[in-house]
Structure formats: structure tokens, C-alpha cells
């Protein structure tokens, strides 16, 4: 008992517990809570900074055409046109270019991730000779501007009679054509333990059922920030379907408000308001 005198309560010649202190945390001083106003005044500048083309073409869109070109320009329109919007909607066919940017962003999109997964999946989780050699000139080819390869591509599709569809823009999505995509998987599957595939193929599983069964639902993160860029890039794409889309009835939104751009004069409020609708995703 006596070796246990020192810790047991109630025990001879056991020590009194020390009195415990709560530290509460210290109210910040004048000089932090300055410094944290300056800094949330700076953020709020910088956001209504960014959010004022926004605001600009939403007021835009309310307009009466004659208040659009007025200056100094009229902050509040009066009165608010409502009306802009059916009449805007309805001068151009909204629903046929907004079809066919869908169908040409879905399509890319399930094209980049299937095709950038498998090609990532091989120079991630497969060894082979001279992969990371043929990696890094991959990587290398992102140094090419579009406008290199632009003609030569042409005169690749307009032999294939490709030119005056959506072909040119949606199938090379499919044989890895996206360079960043692959890139962006590639690293990320590289962070999934090895351990798992090794598991696998103990277990008799070959490549195709670990990349799926395994990789890919791993990785859904980095597979979802793939396809919502891919997505933005296609819904934004201009230069892609000017090109190669010679046919009205195929534009996309981004061409559908290109020729809303009337030659002599131009509706600015029926163009803020197909703006307004185009950037709703």
C-alpha cells in the first residue's frame, strides 16, 4: 500500500491534485480586429469588382433598346422590360442551339473521361518500358498552340467529309485527345495505394475489372472535375464550332448569339438577355 501512497485519493501521504486552469481564449486585440476589417473590405471590393459584368448584362437584359446606348449610362432601367425576355427568346431558336450545345457537351464529356481514365490508367498503374518517357512527350504536345495544328486538322476532316458536323469536335474526345485530362488522373491515380491493384490480381482480377471495379470508383473526385471543365469548355467553345459548323440550324449557343450580332445595328438588350440565359449552367 505504501508504493501506492502517492496516487491513490485518500491514501497516506497521497498529494493534493493540482488545481486545474482553463485558459479561455483572449479577445482579439484592436490592432487584429482592424486588420481582419481591411482584409474582408478588400474581398468585398474585389467580389463586387468581379460581379459587375454580371450585374451589368442581367440590368442590361431590363432595358429599353434606347437606354442601352444612352451616356452617361442609366444604372436602373425604367421602365423594367420584363417582356425582353419571351421577345428575345423567341427571335431566335433558343431551344434548337441550346439542344445542340448539350448534345455536344454530354458527348465530349462521356469521350474525355472514358478516354483520358484508360490512358491514365496505363501510365499510372501498368509498367511498361519507355512509359515515362512517352508520358513526358505527351505532356510536351500541351506546349502546341491550337492555331498550329489548326489547318492541318481542316484538311484532316474535310478530307474525312467531316466538316458541317459535330464529328470534327466530339470524336477526337474518344482517342485521348485531351492532354490535360489525362494528365490530372494520371496524378491522381498515382496517390491510390498499389497494395489494391496487387490485391486484385492475387485474386485473379485482370486490368480492365481493377480500372473499373476499383480505380475509377476510387476516383471520382478528380473523374468529376474532368468532365464539369470538359463541360464548361464545350458549352463555352467558340472557335471550335465556327470552324467546322457551316450549317445554322447545328449552332451552338456560343453561335446562336454570334449572329443575334445584327450588321448595322444590334438589339443589346435581346443580347444580354440570350447571355443572361446562355450562362444559367
Known sequence: MSSLSGVLPGA????????????LPERPSHRQWWRSLLKHLVLLVLAIIFIFPL???????????????????????HPILFSNYPDALASEPFGSYFFHTLVYGVSTVVGVVLS?????YGFSRIRWRGRDRVFYVMVATMLLPYIVTLIPLFILFKHLG????????????FLGSSVYSTFLLRQFFMTIPESLSEAARLDGANELYIYSRIILPLSKPAVAVVAL???????????????YIN????????LG????LGTYETNW????????????P
Open 12 to 23: 497516506a501521504g497521497a498529494t493534493r491534485p493540482e488545481s486545474v486552469t482553463l485558459h
Open 55 to 77: 450585374l451589368w448584362m442581367l440590368d442590361t437584359s431590363l432595358k429599353p433598346l434606347p437606354q442601352t446606348l444612352t451616356f452617361p449610362p442609366t444604372w436602373i432601367p
Open 116 to 120: 483520358s481514365s484508360l490512358v491514365a
Open 162 to 173: 467531316w466538316v458541317g458536323s459535330y464529328k470534327p469536335l466530339i470524336i477526337p474526345t
Open 229 to 243: 471543365f470538359q463541360f464548361i469548355y464545350a458549352w463555352n467553345d467558340f472557335l471550335g464550332p465556327l470552324i
Open 247 to 254: 450549317n445554322g440550324s447545328l449552332y451552338p449557343i456560343s
Open 257 to 260: 448569339l454570334n449572329a443575334m
Open 269 to 280: 438588350s435581346w443580347l444580354m438577355v440570350g447571355s443572361a440565359v446562355a450562362t444559367l
